[in-house]
């Protein structure tokens, strides 16, 4: 079993930024891929990046790319989404993944869950 927290989420005026961390405990950390999903309102969960559990390979939506960058301290068992010039399309419930292949894009792959934080964009 994996167990999985997120934190950082809040309200933030667009064109700013947030930091969202992913704090993992239960198995070996690095022996999982690791991925931020989002989900607004009426929407389905969306991918938002990934990295691999080893080289730290990333991989990012075309919506966010540029715009966010993943990464992981596997030395502190958490994962960061930073998110830089937020837009009001960002607002969403952003929940962590982890997945027990090298790399996962798609919410089916991942066995595990955070229990999501919210981040809400004004314009």
């Known amino acids: 079993q994996v167990q999985l927290v997120e934190s950082g989420g809040g309200l933030v005026q667009a064109g700013g930024s947030l930091r969202l961390s992913c704090a993992a405990s239960g198995r070996t950390f690095r022996n999982y891929a690791m991925g931020w999903f989002r989900q607004a309102p009426g929407k389905e969960r969306e991918f938002v990046a990934a990295?691999?559990?080893?080289?730290?390979?990333?991989y990012y939506a075309d919506s966010v790319k540029g715009r966010f960058t993943i990464s992981r301290d596997n030395a502190k068992n958490t994962m960061y989404l930073q998110m830089n010039s937020l837009k009001p399309e960002d607002t969403a419930v952003y929940y962590c993944g982890a997945a027990s292949i090298w790399v996962a894009t798609a919410a089916y792959e991942y066995a595990y869950w955070g229990q999501g934080t919210p981040v809400t964009v004004s314009s």
């Open positions: 990295i691999t559990w080893s080289l730290g390979n990333t």
